[in-house]
């Protein structure tokens, strides 16, 4: 698969068809109402949150969670979709046609912010140089409490 980086709509709808075909499955309305939903939501979902929207926006579709379950499924085991393990609170899934990019992850109500830092993405290729490797990928996720919940729990 081509890097998936700042790819348009079109250019994922014909990954995801291809993965369909390989797989043996059908393009189906459903499914690509979930995948355009995600496109179109840069935020970070649950399932259960995704199943919500595609509901909403796509009223006219009968849309079953099982279906969206098993598409988040899909599209993350072929790299259209990534997610972030939130342990008990569960995953949270994105588009995966996003620039690369880190998060700040709320352990109190699993608020989820991005960033960008020249800096850290330096110093881990030098961190990873200075031990003999050449890094090809990384996941950088922080955990903290968010300045909402700091205020929720000193009152």
């Known amino acids: 698969m081509k890097n998936l980086e700042m790819l ?3 250019e994922l709808l014909v990954e995801f068809k291809n993965i ?28 259960e949150n995704l199943y919500m929207l595609v509901k909403q926006k796509h009223p006219e579709l ?30 949270k899934f994105e588009i995966a046609n996003k620039p690369h990019h880190d998060h700040l992850i709320c352990e109190s109500c699993g608020k989820i912010v991005e960033f960008e830092n020249e800096k850290i993405e330096d110093l881990q290729h030098q961190i990873a ?18 300045t909402e919940c700091q205020k929720n729990q000193s009152k």
């Open 62 to 91: 009968s849309v079953g969670i099982a279906t969206v379950y098993r598409t988040l499924a899909l599209l993350e085991e072929n790299g259209l979709v990534s997610s972030i393990s939130l342990g008990i609170q569960g995953k």
């Open 20 to 47: 369909l075909k390989a797989d043996g499955l059908k393009f189906t309305s459903q499914r690509e109402a979930i995948l355009s939903t995600l496109y179109e939501n840069p935020q970070h979902f649950t399932s």
């Open 8 to 10: 348009t709509y079109d």
């Open 129 to 146: 140089k200075e031990n003999g490797f050449v890094l090809t990928d990384h996941l950088m996720q922080l955990y903290g409490i968010c």
